[in-house]
């Protein structure tokens, strides 16, 4: 039973935006003139510096983490324009979340968290090991955490409550919420842009364990991505050098801080106690992880 701190209140004012949500790392705005969210055409998307682990808003912010992350994701998007459209209108923001804020088309989003999962770990190992298979499908016996899936499956959650986890869905059940023909639009979607961004980030030494992409339409009825795509926050990206299956692989960007909090820092996760704030060497080494996800999966120097 781990805790959940309320999202940072530290939203900035924007001028021309009005601040409308904040989730655990991303504020979300509303041009000023606009009504309300429903009837907004445009978003702005600021990810901050929060970082979160064991579903905790920690104290400590990295800095740079919302620039990489804002970066990662729009070069997914070029890369994957051949595959599927996407939400991006422009970077041309306000000074203050220059690099880290996109505006974006307000879609119409699907109540579905796509994931498609080519290795087994996590809640899919968890299920996996009471049930045998993950989100109804059934899998081979014998699989041993970080088993390579081949093919990579489709795995849906439904987007949880504010401080609940998501929970895995069976597809029948997003069936049931979209319709049918949505429904396998979405999951060949997720499959098939999984299988891209997996090829590209292991011709550059990451192995895309799993991700998460949530979908929206347009005004047309064109089913594009929206959010934010491929980056650490939404997959769990692994060092293809020291893969194996059978063990626990370290996570590329918040090992420090996982290791640190469980190992060092005296918290106890399981308490409702929220962690402790962050040594500035733990910092220091996550934003340089960060900066080398970047750097190693578009083969760009991080900007800056
Ligand atoms: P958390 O990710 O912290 O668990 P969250 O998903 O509620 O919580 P964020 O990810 O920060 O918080 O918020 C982004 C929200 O904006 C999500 O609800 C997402 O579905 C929504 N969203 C993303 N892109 C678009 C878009 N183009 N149009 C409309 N809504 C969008
Ligand atoms: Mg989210």
Known sequence: ASGYAAPAPQAPV???????????????????????????????????????????????????????????SLWWFDHLADVIGNHVISSDVPEAVRGRGLIVKNLSMFPVECVARGYLTGSGMSDYRATG????????????????????????????ELGEHDENVSFD??????????????????????????????ERGIILADTKFEFGTLPDGAIVLGDEVLTPDSSRFWDAEGYEAGKTQSSFDKQFVRDWLTQESGWDKGSDTPPPALPAEVIEKTRARYIEAFEKLTGETFPG
Request: glycine fraction near 6%; charge should be negative; aromatic fraction near 6%.
């Open 133 to 160: 298979s993950v989100c109804g499908i059934q899998l081979p016996a014998g699989l041993v955490e970080a088993d390579r899936l081949e093919p990579p499956i489709f795995t849906p959650a439904t987007k949880a």
């Open 173 to 202: 059940a997003v069936a049931k919420t979209v319709g049918t023909e949505t429904a396998e639009k979405l999951r060949d979607l997720t499959v098939e842009i999984y299988q891209r961004a997996e090829q590209i980030a292991r």
């Open 14 to 72: 924007l001028p021309g935006w009005k601040h409308v949500y904040s989730g655990k790392v991303r504020d979300l705005y509303i041009p000023a003139d606009a009504a309300d969210a429903a009837s907004a055409e445009q978003l702005l998307m600021v990810a901050s510096d929060r970082i979160s682990a064991y579903d905790w808003v920690l104290d400590s912010e990295i800095p740079d983490k919302g620039k990489v992350l804002t970066g990662l």
